[in-house]
């Protein structure tokens, strides 16, 4: 048995060579027929070169059918393939400048090296890796087959454009550089991607996108001339339109959600909440001031928001950030009670008043009146700028109204509270002018405390018209306290009253029925004023100035004349003393008459009764 068994493989193997000595025939010489080469018994079981991949079952014997099947393998061998037709092979060999790549014909293709290698010059090739290749052309002199990888790729790549386009599917690329109206792509060979396609919206910075991978939509390719347009906008689109129903579908108001930002405005912020836009109002951002969004957001930033409102016909969404936290307001009454201190930064300045962020969305005023407790405050600015940390004191508080009110004089102690104590009534203090206006002089006493001494509070004699005529500003003068007005914030003072008044002597040095002398300072109407001292004058009226009726003495006397009158009475409280000129004469005609009777010798007594009852009644006339 054991005999028989190397008997059959003695036989195989010579069936073996033979067949082998047919495939070594020269390649120009006629294709044998199979009639000629195997006979029907024969089972060849050896591959001849590497296109035999298949052979009998070595438990039969050789038939017909057999032998037919081993032919057509045979034959296969010797079968071209196409040039330019793209085939797989294996890599069997590789030297300094090509790399052999057997694709099932009897001798190997060659690729150039220069194929396999990468930017650094290692070559990307290892024996027994399986390649793409295309058939470029047959040599047969060489008995050698041109191969490319990179002709391979390069058909590859469009037979995916054609399926790509075809099936409306996307193709990956990395943009390589930007060109004259958008991008060059490489996808396998250089494709175009018009900036208008490149994104949703217009790109700011379009040397950003250089260097990254996308996925694009074909537009339209022409394989001839090499073109092929891209879009990436086409599946952004796609994708945002998913989104958008998905989002608005799960959109309900009070959710609380995540964004992205997508524009901002002077009066709010845009969020993409996935493919549906919101709006954050700039009211809703902060509990506190917010000048401008920007000061908080830029464009991609993300953030949670809360879904306030939410109109589905017109698909408008109100978004808050605030209402993701406690309304402020609403502990405020416990955080700042009536008297209490607080600390806060100046935020903004009107007219009448500075407003204080105490915490964020807390504001209050402080009004001018409560700056300063004895300076006048025209505008804010004056006393604190913007950004300022200032201390105050709770005035008042009303949550629901959102206002808290401040003083900011509260927190030192009120300077007229002690000014009385200070300085009371009839002290005598000095002090330097610092203002004159046409009602008196402003003296410095305190550190914001200022005493008004009135014009008529300057001199107790002189007529002063105003107080330049006396003083100017800066002059250190003494004044005495008269009164101090707390409620009013009213010091006033008094310089004649260093000084007794003259008035209350007057009557001890003019008595009436004295006779005077003095200037003329005035005439009216109704009488003339005579200067008597300094300071004191008495009035002639028009009834005492002759015996005649006189309508007026204007045109009578002069200014600055000298006349003799009588003091007739003396009214210190009012400042009058009462001159009579007329009376002088009468006395004067009296005397003369009574120095008349009395130097005559007496004659009738009657007469002379006569005569000075007449006089009487005239003088009582008078």
Avoid at 194 to 205: E, F, K, T, V, W
Avoid at 293 to 311: A, H, Q, R
């Amino acid at each position: 048995m054991e005999d028989m068994d190397k008997k059959d493989e003695a036989q195989q193997k010579d069936r073996d060579d033979e067949v082998e000595a047919e495939v070594e025939e020269p390649s120009n010489a006629e294709k044998p027929k199979p009639s000629e080469t195997l006979k029907p018994e024969q089972t060849p079981t050896a591959e001849p070169s590497h296109a035999l991949t298949a052979e009998p079952p070595k438990d039969k014997p050789a038939t017909a059918e057999n032998m037919e099947n081993l032919m057509n393998l045979y034959e296969e061998s010797f079968k071209r393939c196409a040039e330019g037709e793209v085939v797989t092979g294996m890599i069997i060999s590789i030297d300094k400048e090509h790399v052999l790549v057997d694709i099932g014909y009897k001798s190997e293709g060659q690729i150039r090296i220069q194929e396999f290698l990468d930017d650094n010059g290692n070559v990307n090739a290892q024996i027994g890796d399986h390649v793409e290749v295309m058939v470029e052309w047959w040599d047969d002199e060489e008995e050698r087959v041109i191969l490319s990888k990179e002709k391979a790729a390069n058909i590859k790549v469009w037979e995916d454009i054609k399926k790509s386009y075809d099936e409306e599917g996307t193709i990956s690329g990395v943009i390589t550089s930007r060109v004259k109206g958008g991008f060059s792509v490489d996808i396998g060979v250089q494709a175009f991607l018009p900036g208008s396609q490149a994104d949703l919206r217009p790109i700011r910075n379009l040397d950003d996108l250089v260097g990254k991978t996308f996925d694009f939509k074909i537009l339209k390719y022409n394989r001839k001339r090499s073109n092929i347009v891209l879009s990436r906008r086409a599946i952004l689109e796609q994708e945002r339109e998913a989104k958008r129903s998905a989002t608005l579908a799960s959109i309900e108001e009070g959710k609380v959600a995540e964004g992205t930002v997508k524009n901002i405005t002077e009066y709010g912020v845009f969020v993409d909440l996935g493919g549906v836009d919101g709006l954050l109002h700039i009211t809703d951002i902060s509990w506190g001031r917010v000048k401008h969004p920007s000061e908080l957001f830029t464009i991609g930033d993300t953030i949670t928001v809360k879904i306030l409102n939410f109109d589905a016909v017109k698909e408008r969404v109100s978004l808050g950030m605030k209402q993701l936290t406690q309304d402020p307001w609403e502990s405020a009454t416990e955080k700042y009670p009536l008297g209490s201190r607080v600390t806060g930064r100046v935020v903004s300045l009107t007219d009448y008043g500075a407003f204080i962020e105490l915490e964020e969305g807390i504001e209050g005023l402080i009004h001018v009146s409560e700056m300063s407790w004895t300076r006048k405050i025209r505008h804010p600015s004056k006393v604190v700028m913007v950004g300022d940390e200032v201390e105050a004191v709770v005035l008042d508080i009303k949550p629901d109204n959102r206002r808290i009110s401040l003083g900011m004089k509260q927190v030192v102690p009120n300077p007229w509270d002690v000014i009385s104590e200070k300085y009371p009534v009839g002290t005598t203090i000095e002090g330097k002018i610092k203002n004159i206006t046409d009602f008196g002089l402003f003296i410095g006493i305190d550190e914001g405390i200022d005493g008004l001494v009135h014009i008529s509070d300057i001199s107790w004699t002189k007529r002063i018209k105003h107080p330049s005529e006396l003083y100017k500003k800066g002059d250190t003068v003494q004044a005495i306290v008269l009164d101090i007005d707390k409620n009013n914030e009213r010091f006033s003072l008094g310089i004649k009253q260093l000084q007794e008044d003259p008035w209350q002597t007057v009557a001890e040095r003019y008595e009436v029925g004295k006779e005077i002398t003095g200037t003329i300072t005035n005439l009216t109407d109704f009488g003339i004023f005579v200067e008597l001292e300094e300071g004191i004058e008495g009035l002639v009226h028009v009834s005492e100035i002759s015996k005649e009726k006189i309508k007026t003495p204007v045109g009578k006397f002069n200014v600055g004349d000298v006349i003799t009158a009588k003091v007739m009475n003396i009214n210190s409280e009012e400042r009058r003393i009462g001159l009579s000129i007329k009376r002088l004469e009468i006395e004067d005609e009296q005397n003369l008459l009574s120095e008349y009777v009395t130097s005559m010798k007496p004659a009738t007594t009657t007469f002379g009764e006569i005569l000075r009852e007449n006089l009487q009644e005239k003088l009582n006339e008078d």
